[in-house]
């Protein structure tokens, strides 16, 4: 299994992103995605993820701001990044679990300009 992120920018405070992932394998037989950012200096930390037939899960800073959506029929797991901060610059990553077995993309840089 590959993960594909694409999507990635500069782009000023206030502005959108949209992130994609796209998986070798099909977005189905996961049992659950999400994407992650790593800042500098900063741990890997879960942005948002999404369980199969469960609702999405989001981190504290991003609600309201982020969707993640999963997408069977173009096989990608979105994030829609709106609202954009600064605080937002991060190398972002998809990530995968099906079964006992975890897949990383490799990794989109998102820069937010003040």
């Known amino acids: 299994v590959q993960l594909q992120a694409s999507g990635g920018g500069l782009v000023q405070a206030g502005g959108s992103l949209r992130l994609s992932c796209a998986a070798s394998?099909?977005?189905?037989?996961?049992?659950?995605m999400g994407w992650f950012r790593q800042a500098p200096g900063n741990e890997r930390e879960l942005v948002a993820g999404?369980?199969?037939?469960?609702?999405?899960k989001y981190e504290e800073s991003v609600k309201g701001r982020f969707t993640i959506s999963r997408h069977h029929r173009a096989n990608t797991l979105d994030l829609q990044m709106n609202s954009l901060k600064p605080e937002d610059t991060a190398v972002y990553y998809c990530?995968?679990?099906?079964?006992?077995?975890?897949?990383w993309g490799q990794g989109t840089q998102v820069t937010v300009s003040s």
């Open positions: 990530y995968a679990v099906q079964g006992n077995f975890e897949y």
């Open positions: 394998g099909r977005i189905l037989s996961f049992d659950y």
């Open positions: 999404v369980a199969s037939g469960s609702s999405a």
